[in-house]
């Protein structure tokens, strides 16, 4: 592959963001600073910070979405700063790690700044008060990268520890910990909102499922060690660009690799980035180069190609670029393909091998499609035969040519066969069911008797008459339980059409109850869904329907009878009422009080927080998230207490009381850190306090001051 544009710097760039379609940011290793125009390339503006950072693997800097803020490890990687991008002024610093800090980044919706560090702790602040605002799960080894979901709800970082902790920012809480890699994780990014993609130092690469936190796929054929990562054209290709100046491509529906050197630069790839308005790649190197590449150029000459039937030369525009089979246009080459070959087999379904043949003059000279038609005309080779056996009502030998050749079970003539063997079997059935007629199932059966498939039915039906019998009484008599427990027991019945006339069914009450439940009849439809009960493969659903149809009609009397505690509580075990326009109100109103409460713990203003959350305080299912907004009142206020040189005795009662409320976290641990550098000879020992937990916290442990 070519790039369409490239430009070279002074510095390798280890940095880039698109920030709209006529701006690029760009940051090099000399953290120059770069708006570049889009077109030209040239800078509209620049700063320089003058701190070196080789490590270009490694995320040493990072901006907020519209690049008002960015963070910055410091050349010493001891410190990482956080700064207002138009003053260039310092807003906070983060000096609180044991060791050197890893890497550095900003959420997508630019609420924290995140400093990971070698001692395994990852500190977030938040950028408004430019406080610590949290921390997330540590790892037991230095954390080696930090990642976020398009949507800013879900943080992952990785570990020395061969571990990916999970933090959830929409709810404050801790996921999973994601546990499968035999070495040191290396590298993480998220795919979209539910899978995440990570990489360990044995080039061993995983995708994820966060939601259930299982593995969905192991990738192949990572040769080198990966240096940048970026999803592309949306969210269908996975880019990773290499320390040797590879840049592989992976398909994320199938998990394939496209192309294990899609581009070989000579020098090691720095940062890759995707501009989606233009499904351009964009890739910067070490040699100081900054390279945009069309991710399907060459389309326009696939096109013409088509057009002109010059179908043999297909392969070597897809050998310049694999991604090209993902065009419109070699799909409309595939869809050309299918329809030849769907015509061939009606000319060869009707003994017209020459001009079957003909069809596919245009596409001899490619190799793939020849090996087909080739075996086509070779599954064909005896439907002369087929069709005789059939015409001398051999049905025994024309069963077997079919098991030969798969292909003739899309034959018309195959289908009639099929049509008529139900029907005899269908007769047959009925006239065993009738003793002084069964004489007569024997004659219409007889012609089958050869055929092996056939003949174990017919078998079964002989054998097993009075049990069919029992079955169709059951659901004669409507008794569908007892009727599905016969068939648990006789798998054969599967096979009959009574069973399959049980299970359209079945698929009719469920859509006519879905159909009633849509136009607001839920009444008529729970008397639907209480006899889908007696339906094993409803069974579930139905009975988590049910349970939601009479959540809602208490939901809608906890509304009308103002009884918002009980509303909520409902809300939140049925997790649908929060789409209905009752229950968006009430999540809006939660989540917005849930924020500005948060906004208060910041200051450490309980009273307001409580005042904010008086009507939410005794619903069960928020206790966990009230619970968390105090608990950052109360590490605030311990922080504001060693700032105001508060006296030991009250910092040391705020401490026990904080364990006693919430046990030992990693939030009181990193604040008993800073407590011991400034009361050396203080004797409280954190582990020896009587511990609480946030699970078993209640509205009675709130407290004006954690210091009293």
């Not at 008529?420 to 065993?432: S, T």
Request: hydrophobic letters at 40%; proline letters at 2%; one cysteine or more.
């Amino acid at each position: 592959m070519k790039p369409i544009k490239k430009s070279n710097f002074s510095e390798a760039i280890i940095y880039i963001q698109i920030l709209d379609t006529n701006v690029i940011l760009t940051v090099d290793t000399f953290t120059t600073v770069r708006y570049l125009q889009r077109e030209s390339l040239l800078p509209v503006d620049e700063f320089k910070m003058g701190i070196a950072h080789s490590r270009y693997g490694s995320k040493a800097i990072s901006f907020s979405f519209d690049s008002k803020y960015f963070a910055l490890i410091d050349k010493e990687n001891k410190v990482s700063m956080l700064y207002e991008t138009k003053s260039k002024r310092v807003l906070t610093t983060v000096e609180r790690h044991q060791g050197e800090v890893s890497c550095v980044a900003i959420d997508p919706k630019g609420r924290y700044m995140f400093s990971c560090g070698d001692d395994g702790v990852t500190y977030a602040i938040d950028i408004d008060s430019a406080q610590l605002s949290f921390t997330l799960p540590a790892h037991k080894d230095f954390v080696t990268d930090i990642a976020f979901s398009e949507d800013g709800k879900w943080v992952a970082t990785s570990g020395y520890d061969k571990n990916i902790s999970l933090y959830n920012l929409a709810m404050m809480a801790t996921g999973a910990k994601l546990k499968a890699h035999s070495a040191p994780v290396m590298r993480v990014e998220f795919l979209d909102k539910e899978r995440l993609f990570s990489l360990d130092k044995k080039n061993s690469a995983i995708i994820w499922n966060i939601n259930s936190s299982s593995v969905i796929a192991r990738l192949k054929g990572i040769h080198d060690e990966v240096t940048s990562i970026t999803v592309g054209h949306e969210r269908k290709f996975l880019f990773l660009g290499t320390k040797l100046g590879y840049v592989f491509v992976y398909d994320l529906v199938d998990y394939e690799q496209i192309s294990k050197k899609y581009i070989k630069l000579e020098d090691s790839i720095t940062y890759l980035n995707f501009d989606e308005t233009r499904n351009e790649l964009i890739v910067a190197s070490a040699n100081k180069e900054l390279l945009f590449y069309d991710i399907f150029k060459g389309e326009e000459h696939l096109r013409k190609l088509l057009k002109q039937k010059e179908y043999a030369l297909l392969s070597d525009a897809l050998q310049k670029n694999p991604l090209l089979i993902y065009t419109n246009s070699y799909k409309t080459f595939e869809l050309l393909w299918e329809k030849t070959m769907q015509r061939a087999k009606l000319l060869l379904q009707n003994c017209e091998k020459d001009k079957a043949i003909k069809l596919f003059d245009n596409f001899m000279d490619i190799a793939s499609k020849k090996q087909q038609m080739q075996k086509l005309i070779l599954e064909y080779a005896e439907y002369d035969k087929f069709l005789g056996f059939l015409k001398a009502k051999k049905l025994a030998l024309a069963y077997g040519l079919v098991n030969l050749h798969p292909l003739y079970k899309e034959t018309k003539v195959y289908m009639a066969m099929e049509v008529q063997w139900e029907k005899d079997f269908e007769l047959a059935r009925k006239y065993l069911l009738d003793q002084k007629l069964s004489h007569k199932a024997d004659e219409i059966l007889a012609p089958y008797r050869g055929i092996s498939e056939k003949t174990v039915l017919i078998a079964k039906l002989t054998q097993n008459i009075q049990i069919y019998k029992r079955f169709i009484e059951a659901i004669k008599h409507r008794e569908f339980k007892f009727a599905f427990e016969i068939v648990k027991q006789n798998s054969f019945l599967k096979e009959y059409p009574e069973y399959k006339a049980l299970i359209n069914y079945s698929d009719s009450l469920y859509m006519k109850a879905q159909v009633m439940l849509t136009n607001g009849e839920s009444n008529s439809a729970l008397k639907i869904l209480r006899i889908l009960l007696d339906f094993e493969d409803f069974k579930d659903e139905a009975q988590e329907i049910i349970a939601e149809i009479e959540a809602k009609h208490k939901f809608f009397s906890a509304i009308k009878e103002e009884n918002s505690n009980l509303a909520y509580t409902i809300m939140d075990e049925f997790n649908s009422l929060k789409e209905i326009p009752e229950g968006k109100k009430l999540q809006a109103l939660w989540e917005s009080d849930l924020e500005k409460a948060q906004n208060f713990a910041l200051f450490a203003d309980v009273e307001s927080a409580k005042r904010v959350l008086a009507n939410y305080i005794t619903i069960k299912s928020k206790s966990m998230e009230i619970a968390k907004v105090f608990s950052k009142s109360y590490i605030v206020q311990l922080y504001r207490a060693l700032e105001e040189n508060r006296d030991q005795k009250s910092v040391e009662t705020g401490i026990k009381n904080y364990i006693l409320y919430y046990g030992s976290t990693e939030r009181i641990e990193s604040f008993f850190e800073d407590f011991k550098t400034k009361f050396p000879d203080s004797k409280i020992n954190i582990k020896s306090q009587k511990q609480g937990s946030i699970e078993s916290w209640r509205p009675s442990m709130i407290v004006n001051s954690i210091l009293e």
